[in-house]
């Protein structure tokens, strides 16, 4: 290496970091002449007002703008005064746009800060910056922005009608290339306590906010026990339009993500989530779709779409057996209470929150189930349903199973505001013997096919409450069963006068019962 042209460019180097570090000391000398310049910035950036306290210049090792009690304005509209306020803020400026006497940004430290993220009713958000979105360009400050960094954050996310909810953000750490590409993010911080660490990289975030625009990136997100990792062309524009990811969440027990959303819960089974996620023309395809939980595994597909305001939903998903006090508790509900005779049914509560939750949204659901053990222990084979909802309107059309060596078909309406039911039922050779054996009932009953047709309604928070004001004509028909209890043999022959039979128990050859419930009697 011919040391002279090292020493010479050595020099020169030298030469040009002096020279833009005296035009940044001439320029940037007075406070006033700083805060303007960073007001005019964020202004131009983000069309908000930016505060500031005590500004100063650094010229080594390479020139800073050191800002202390930083304020950038909220919308006027926002509850909160400010957007973002910081104890300390640190601006590395690009050197050799100083040779020309231009100021720009290359990278931006924070010391706690405060960001403070509202939403409101009509979807505005006080994080929206800028009058209108636009593509990066030279002219635009955040282009040149290379680097971001914050230190011991606090970031209050506030909804319409809801307490805010903070958030602590210990590190977070941003890297790019001129013009937001190769953007790198990692971050670490917590919600209630609960930790998180998220990764990210996008191949060009220049055209963010623009209509349909979209990048190739990962997302990575880490409580601990459970992981999600989102792949593919991913949207910058607000909306699913442009995406095409892949997304996997892979959990020993999902307690550290449901505390992270402040849910409660014992410990959980393992769960997995895999789906490839497609937008084309405004329509969002979920497929394939795979869940599962403990031993339960659900699979299908499903497309999102908007329509007249309303998210539309419809879903084709298909299961193996579904054990259903086995999975709530993989779910991590509490297990329920041994009933106190002489009562039938739960007072556990229904989600009816569920249903209302569902409001501003429609769609049909078809499900298949290979198999659904109730909670009473009577198994439904080859379930097969029809439903379609509209807000917390859900109306199961048809629902078809083979049960109790018979078989049954039906619908149910549900009202989660009400929360209301109504059911009908049509049941062909339903086996009393098998009603009784399937709900661990020791009744020596043999055979007995049923009949039976109820068309009822209910309302009420849990399975109890409905039983109590059940509406509705209940039609039940039974032949040909035998009793084989020697008791019951000998109360048949009292009634009838008759002698004791040689075969102790009764023997039916038809009965015939019709219901009239009001009010649950």
């Known amino acids: 290496m011919n040391w002279r042209r090292v020493a010479l460019g050595s020099v020169?180097?030298?030469?040009?970091?002096?020279?833009?570090?005296?035009?940044?000391?001439?320029?940037?000398?007075?406070?006033?002449?700083?805060?303007?310049?960073?007001?005019?910035?964020a202004m131009a950036a983000w069309s908000r007002e930016l505060s500031l306290g005590g500004v100063e210049l650094d010229l080594f090792p390479v020139p800073a703008l050191r800002a202390h009690d930083i304020a950038l304005a909220n919308p006027a509209w926002a509850r909160g005064r400010s957007l973002l306020t910081a104890k300390e803020a640190v601006a590395h400026l690009a050197l050799l746009p100083l040779l020309s006497g231009e100021v720009r940004v290359k990278s931006i430290a924070l010391e706690h800060a405060t960001l403070d993220l509202e939403s409101a009713q009509g979807g505005a958000t006080s994080w929206s910056l800028g009058a209108q979105p636009r593509a990066a360009s030279k002219s635009e400050?955040?282009?040149?922005?290379?680097?971001?960094?914050?230190?011991d954050a606090t970031i209050v996310q506030r909804s319409a009608g809801k307490p805010p909810v903070p958030w602590q953000v210990e590190s977070l750490d941003a890297s790019a290339a001129r013009g937001l590409r190769d953007v790198r993010i990692e971050a670490k911080g917590a919600r209630r306590g609960h930790a998180v660490q998220v990764k990210a990289r996008f191949a060009d975030l220049s055209r963010r906010g623009e209509a349909g625009a979209a990048t190739d990136g990962r997302i990575e997100l880490d409580w601990g026990t459970t992981r999600i990792a989102i792949e593919g062309r991913v949207p910058i524009d607000g909306t699913l339009h442009g995406s095409a990811v892949h997304a996997d969440l892979e959990s020993s027990r999902l307690n550290d993500l449901l505390a992270f959303l402040d849910?409660?819960?014992?410990?959980?089974?393992?769960?997995?989530?895999?789906?490839?996620?497609r937008d084309a023309n405004g329509v969002t395809e979920l497929k394939p779709l795979t869940l599962s939980l403990g031993a339960f595994r659900i699979e299908g597909e499903a497309r999102v779409r908007s329509d007249g305001g309303k998210t539309v939903i419809d879903a084709r998903l298909s299961g193996g057996?579904?054990?259903?006090?086995?999975?709530?508790?993989d779910a991590g509900a509490e297990p329920l209470p041994a009933l106190e005779p002489p009562e039938m049914f739960q007072s556990t509560p229904f989600a009816w929150p569920v249903l209302v939750a569902l409001d501003g949204s429609r769609g049909s659901l078809d499900a298949k189930l290979q198999s659904v053990r109730l909670r009473n222990g009577v198994e439904l084979r080859d379930v097969a349903t029809r439903s379609t909802f509209d807000g917390d309107h859900w109306d199961m059309a048809s629902?078809?199973?083979a049960m109790l060596g018979g078989t049954a078909r039906g619908s149910l309406r549900l009202d989660g505001r009400?929360?209301?039911?109504?059911?009908?039922?049509?049941?062909?050779?339903?086996?009393?013997?098998?009603?009784?054996h399937e709900r661990g009932a020791a009744i020596p009953f043999h055979g007995g096919p049923m009949a039976v047709d109820a068309d009822v309604e209910g309302v009420g928070e849990s399975m109890r409450d409905i039983a109590a004001s059940l509406m509705g004509p209940v039609k039940i028909r039974l032949l040909n069963g035998s009793l084989a209890n020697e008791k019951a043999g000998e109360w048949e022959a009292k009634l009838v006068g008759a002698k004791a039979q040689a075969q102790p128990?009764?023997?039916?050859?038809?009965?015939?019962?019709n219901f009239a419930f009001r009010n649950g009697r």
């Open 12 to 41: 020169a180097g030298a030469a040009i970091v002096a020279l833009a570090a005296s035009l940044a000391a001439r320029m940037l000398a007075d406070p006033e002449r700083l805060k303007r310049i960073a007001q005019e910035k």
């Open 141 to 151: 400050p955040l282009a040149d922005l290379t680097g971001f960094e914050i230190r």
């Open 263 to 277: 849910i409660a819960r014992r410990p959980t089974a393992a769960a997995q989530v895999h789906l490839d996620s």
């Open 321 to 329: 057996r579904l054990d259903w006090v086995r999975t709530l508790l």
């Open 399 to 401: 629902f078809a199973t």
């Open 418 to 436: 009400r929360k209301a039911t109504h059911m009908h039922f049509d049941g062909q050779g339903l086996l009393l013997e098998r009603w009784f």
């Open 505 to 513: 128990g009764i023997e039916f050859a038809c009965i015939s019962a």
